[in-house]
C-alpha cells in the first residue's frame, strides 16, 4: 500500500478487475494523467501471480494508456481488454495470447453475459452502448451523447440485476 509499479504485486492505476469461472483474477492496469502502466494481471484463485502481459504502443498486445477495463468470457476463457487509448476492444485468450480486436471509440466498460453477447459502453462522441457478438460483430446499439434523458455523458460503468434492470453510472450527468 502506497506504493506504486510494475511488479508482481504492485500497481500504478488499476481501474477494473475480472474473475473467471475457476478463480483466476484478471487485473487491469493504465488510466490518464499519467497512465501509469499499461498491461493486464493474472493471479491465479489464490491470489498467487500468475503473469502480466501488454506494454504501451498501437499493435496488437499492446495499449494506448489507457487500459480502462476487463472482462472474462466465462465459457470460451477470453478476456476482453477496453483498449481506449486506441479506441478498440482487444481479444485475448487466458493466458494473454492475442486473438481479436474490434473498433470501439472511448471503451469504458465492458461485460460479458451469460449468453456470451458483449456488452460495451463507448463514451465520448459516440456515447451509447453496443452489443456485440464474441467474435466482434455489432448487433446493435442505443443512446446518444448528451445530458437529455437518455443520453450519455461520460458513462463509466454498468450492470444488470437478477431482474434483468440495467444501472448506468455517469460521471458528469
Not at 24 to 34: L, N, R, V
Not at 131 to 144: C, F, I, Q, V
Amino acid at each position: 500500500a502506497g506504493q506504486k509499479g510494475a511488479g508482481n504485486d504492485v500497481f500504478d492505476r488499476p481501474t477494473g478487475i475480472a474473475f473467471a469461472t475457476n478463480g483466476d483474477i484478471f487485473i487491469s492496469e493504465g488510466h490518464a494523467p499519467d497512465f501509469g502502466n499499461s498491461r493486464i494481471v493474472k493471479f491465479d484463485k489464490n491470489g498467487n501471480y500468475v503473469k502480466a502481459w501488454g506494454s504501451e504502443g498501437k499493435d496488437p498486445g499492446q495499449f494506448g494508456g489507457i487500459v480502462h477495463c476487463v472482462a472474462v468470457d466465462a465459457k470460451a476463457r477470453r478476456v476482453y481488454a477496453c483498449d481506449s487509448g486506441n479506441q478498440r476492444i482487444q481479444v485475448f485468450d487466458d493466458n494473454g495470447t492475442f486473438l481479436n480486436q474490434w473498433a470501439v471509440p472511448n471503451a469504458s466498460h465492458i461485460i460479458v453475459t451469460q449468453d456470451q453477447s458483449v456488452w460495451v459502453i463507448s463514451t465520448g462522441m459516440a456515447g451509447r452502448i453496443e452489443k456485440h457478438d464474441r467474435e466482434g460483430k455489432l448487433l446493435t446499439y442505443w443512446g446518444t451523447p448528451g445530458t437529455l434523458p437518455g443520453g450519455f455523458n461520460n458513462a463509466h460503468d454498468f450492470s444488470v440485476d437478477s431482474d434483468g434492470n440495467l444501472y448506468i453510472v455517469q460521471a458528469q450527468n
